[in-house]
């Protein structure tokens, strides 16, 4: 067996998969600590109210409030030590903060003027606030646009996906596999580029044409039949809701369109469109469901039996995104799609669940400006095809399950650059030993961002 | 036992009577907020009493009026978390204020009869709304905060401006609602269609905000003023940004890849299987 040995048994996949999402969702309830939170809250409230110069209860109730996402309530207080002394640059600068995070960048920016205007402000707060000031700015262009570019190294325990059993099922017989060709682990160099423009309209620039595009090429040291070319782009409208009386709501028409290439070959392409809606439920969640119809074309040339063909898949998605403080939120994710091709063999269905955390924390020098983020995450998928592939096995119509389980770390050095991280293990049981195989990864590298 | 004569108890009964009639005066009417800056002079009215000074600390109750003149501006902390700075030459009235944190159906509602007035939300807005009313519009206030104000600075009539969540106004004729901060408008007739919100110029916006803050040499009334070393003293933290977007795209991107990749590694070896069964394989 190559690779990691650990596996999680079928029968208890489904129970440690509901247990995390039990975990997410109990998280998302009011606990004594924030409970207690709000008491306290409550009370530095009337302290204030009984004696409104009584400043230690004052930043109290301001951190109090930050931590329970209250902003306003801590505006409101801040703004009143403005009214005591307009000389305090900090309190103008959280003030700035704040607004920021309430997506009111025009007050954002004002604030943020007065501090850098501060004479002899403190080295360590004008950094914070240039950070702040071209983030503001883009955000106040009617035209945006974001591009993240990552390369680096990859190992991998299974390059070649080789099934644990070192045997293959081939017209119902099973057979060694050869192992005189290349196969097991290989270390990989990897680029990608993500490119991302908003473009604003409507009256009050409360609409978007959103463009993605996404790019990913590897090199294989060892197995270069295995590279990778990959691109896929979105583009389509999101209309917000607001208006509707539906404040943070949008929907989304969108085309979609990808190509991938393996080892310089082209075995797919797709063309399609979908919707997606994005709905907050209160202030901490956000719900973003979606369907997506794509026809794919596979490139099988190259192949005697291929497990696709051309297809059109439909696929509707649930993402739920959680946040539960400014440092920590779980985004969940649960998918299902139906490829239909003219192979039964070929025609499948498919599902998918993802639970994946987001830990911010501050970074280990306060000349950086940007929080590094820790995501451990874990998935379940599976796809069942219609019918047996009689060139694999006659008798048996192949259905796969998945796990995966992995870490990444973001680590931003300053605006513009950092490094990235991750390690994670994926075994696959399959109802035919071919499919069936055990692959963990790390990869590292670095980013950039503008 | 002696009984006291008349004319020794009817002052007495007198002044108890008195004494007990001015608190329950006092109790009815309700406490909503208190004054947390002000800068004079400000006046205060409530209902059926005459005009007071307001004073730091001060309970603002149910129907009062709160005016300041040419050097006056205030801060009024509501017990729902919302705070109203008041400013300079202006009248405001705090027509309603229904508050129980553990039931539905609070409501606050403000008269602003002349000058400018900043309101960052708090709990009633956030729930059920807050009203504003002007002569020229009825302001709803949905979640957040809204500057409201005549004065110039190139409206002429009343700007009203969207600062955090979702301003909706109306008036005889039409209804208008403001969903992106930093958009405003500028409303002279109430008998007339709102004209479209613009995104305000920020010179314009900071005249409107520093009537309703402290001007130079005005303190909001304390003499022990804060000092900016205060806020590393009481622990505020610099806070740091968030990464833009979704930091570990990159790992999905991969997984993506590895897919096909993986399918087409798959195909190879079942490939080189068929191959062998055609002829001798030597491992």
């Known amino acids: ?450 | 036992m002696n009984m006291p004569s008349t004319s020794k108890i009817l002052p007495v009964l007198i002044g108890a009577l008195l004494t007990s009639v001015a608190p329950a005066s006092l109790a009815t009417a309700q406490t909503v907020g208190t004054v947390t800056a002000v800068n004079q002079t400000a006046h205060g009215t409530p209902p059926g009493g005459g005009a007071r000074v307001l004073t730091l600390g001060q309970d603002v109750v149910f129907k009062e009026t709160i005016q300041t003149n040419a050097e006056g501006s205030t801060q009024v902390a509501f017990t729902d978390r919302s705070t109203l700075n008041v400013g300079r030459n202006s009248s405001v009235i705090i027509d309603e204020f229904v508050f129980d944190p553990g039931s539905g159906g609070n409501s606050m509602s403000l008269t602003l009869t002349k000058g400018v007035l900043r309101f960052v939300g708090g709990q009633i807005s956030h729930i059920d709304g807050a009203t504003i009313k002007t002569p020229v519009a009825t302001i709803g206030v949905r979640g957040g905060s809204t500057t409201v104000g005549s004065g110039g600075g190139g409206c002429a009539g009343l700007l009203i401006v969207n600062n955090v969540g979702t301003l909706t106004l109306k008036n005889n004729v039409d209804t208008l609602k403001i969903t992106q901060p930093g958009y405003g408008v500028c409303v002279t007739d109430p008998n007339a269609p709102f004209p479209p919100p613009f995104l305000v110029p920020d010179d314009l916006l900071q005249a409107y905000m520093d009537n309703a803050d402290s001007g130079d040499g005005q303190h909001g009334g304390v003499n022990d003023l804060p000092l900016d070393d205060l806020a590393d003293r009481f622990g505020l933290e610099f806070p740091t940004l968030d990464p833009d977007g979704n930091p570990f795209d990159f790992i999905t991107i991969i997984q993506g890849g590895n897919g096909p990749a993986q399918e087409q590694s798959q195909g190879d070896q079942q490939q080189e299987e068929e191959l062998c069964e055609g002829g001798p394989c030597y491992y």
């Open chain 1, 1 to 450: 067996m190559r690779g990691c040995d650990v596996r999680f048994p079928k029968r208890i996949s489904f129970r440690v998969l509901f247990a995390c999402l039990g975990t997410a969702v109990l998280f998302g309830l009011p606990t004594g600590a924030q409970a207690a939170t709000k008491a306290e809250q409550e009370a530095l409230l009337q302290r204030i109210l009984a004696s409104p110069a009584d400043y230690e209860a004052v930043y109290t109730y301001v951190k109090v409030s930050i931590a329970l996402r209250d902003y306003e309530a801590a505006i409101g207080a801040l703004e009143r030590l403005l009214f005591f002394n307009q000389d305090l640059p900090r309190v103008k600068f959280q003030i700035g903060t704040l607004y920021y995070r309430l997506q009111s960048y025009h007050l954002a920016q004002r604030y943020f003027r007065e501090v850098l205007a501060t004479p002899g402000l403190d080295p360590v707060i004008r950094t914070r606030v240039e950070a702040y000031m071209p983030l503001v700015e883009k955000q106040l262009s009617p035209v945006r646009t974001w591009v993240y570019l990552t390369t680096g190294l990859r190992y991998q325990s299974n390059a070649s996906a080789t099934p644990d059993s070192d045997m293959i099922m081939s017209f119902g017989f099973l057979g060694p596999i050869d192992l005189s060709q290349p196969h097991g682990a290989d270390w990989n160099a990897y680029q990608i580029g993500q490119f991302a423009n908003d473009i604003a309209f409507g009256s009050q620039r409360q609409h978007k044409l959103e463009t993605r595009v996404s790019g990913y090429l590897t090199e294989q040291f060892r197995l270069s039949s295995l590279n990778v070319a990959m691109a896929n782009m979105t583009i389509g409208p999101r209309f917000s809701l607001a208006a509707h009386g539906w404040e943070g709501a949008s929907i989304k028409p969108y085309a979609i369109a990808s190509a991938t290439a393996i080892g310089g070959k082209a075995p797919s392409t797709t063309a399609g469109g979908g919707i997606e809606l994005s709905a907050p439920l209160g202030m901490n969640v956000m719900v973003t469901p979606s369907v997506e119809w794509v026809q794919a074309w596979y490139d099988t040339s190259s192949l005697l039996t291929p497990s696709y063909g051309d297809s059109n898949v439909l696929k509707a998605a649930l993402r739920t995104a959680i946040k539960f403080s400014d440092n920590f939120q779980v985004n969940l994710k649960g998918s299902y799609r139906r490829g239909v091709a003219d192979q039964p063999f070929e025609s499948y269905d498919g599902y998918a669940a993802e639970v994946a955390f987001a830990l911010r924390f501050a970074p280990p020098s306060d000349s950086m400006t940007h929080k590094w983020t820790l995501g451990p995450f874990a998935r379940f998928s599976s796809i069942a095809f219609d019918a047996p592939n009689a060139a694999v096995d006659p008798s048996t119509a192949r259905k796969d399950t998945t796990w995966a389980v992995g870490i990444g770390l973001d680590a931003p050095i300053n605006a513009h650059f950092g490094l990235n991280a991750a390690f994670t293990y994926e075994s696959t049981n399959s109802n035919i030993p071919n499919y069936s195989f055990d692959n963990w990864s790390v990869m590292f590298g670095p980013t950039a961002r503008f």
